[in-house]
């Protein structure tokens, strides 16, 4: 049976940078967020208000079905790296959703919940406000130009306090500002061999290990 991981993290951390990685280096089957195909997307980053409900059913019925096709993946590699996690989907309409809005996404999301595949690990990318913020401006995507600074720390806040209290899978906290496996080849290199031991179960020398909430911080960058 394949392994199945998902990589997390703030919106230019390098998610999927790291998949392609996978895909390049260990024949990874690949599972990634239809960011582009999203018609609602830049008009929500310009208007959160008004279009945060349509661009997230959106990616939920998106997700859903990406996640129905896992287990075809399953036939065809071993190893399925996807660059979401499905419980971030309510994570980002804990963010945007209120009132009957919110309701409305919490009936259709518990109805598909039940059939969401786990993954065996989770990897969640993270970094300084300002180094994501440089990324975003470095891709220049549609619309991205927007995000402030507020609202990717509220984002990262809510990321560790569903780590603290999800228990599914295992978290590894990486700090994508100190490994660039972008661009460097060794750190590339060791960034793959942290992710070979957790897959074999034998972690290498100076690996993170499972994430733990502390009782004082939410967060490395908090």
């Given at each position: ?20 990685i ?83 996404y ?116 908090g």
């Amino acid at each position: 049976m394949a392994k199945f991981v998902a990589i997390e993290g703030l919106i230019g951390v390098g998610k999927t940078s790291l998949c392609h990685i996978l895909e390049e280096d260990r024949q990874a089957r690949l599972v990634l967020e239809p960011c582009d195909d999203n018609p609602f997307l830049a008009s929500f980053y310009a208007d959160p208000d008004r279009f945060a409900f349509p661009a997230q059913m959106f990616y939920l019925a998106s997700r859903f079905s990406q996640q129905m096709n896992l287990r075809q993946l399953d036939l065809f590699s071993d190893l399925i790296v996807s660059d979401y996690l499905w419980e971030k989907d309510r994570l980002f309409a804990e963010e945007t959703l209120k009132g009957h809005e919110m309701d409305l996404y919490e009936r259709f999301s518990s109805l598909l919940q039940g059939a969401i595949e786990t993954p065996d690990f989770v990897i969640f990318l993270d970094s300084p406000t300002e180094v994501v913020r440089s990324r975003i401006a470095r891709r220049d995507r549609t619309g991205e130009h927007v995000i402030e600074a507020e609202y990717l720390d509220s984002l990262r806040e809510r990321y560790y306090s569903l780590w603290s209290r999800y228990t599914a899978s295992p978290i590894y906290v990486i700090d994508t500002s100190e490994i660039h496996y972008v661009d460097s080849d060794e750190d590339r290199a060791y960034m793959l061999r942290m992710i070979d031991g957790w897959l074999n179960g034998s972690p290498i020398a100076g690996a993170p290990k499972p994430y733990q909430a502390p009782s004082l911080q939410l967060s490395m960058f908090g």
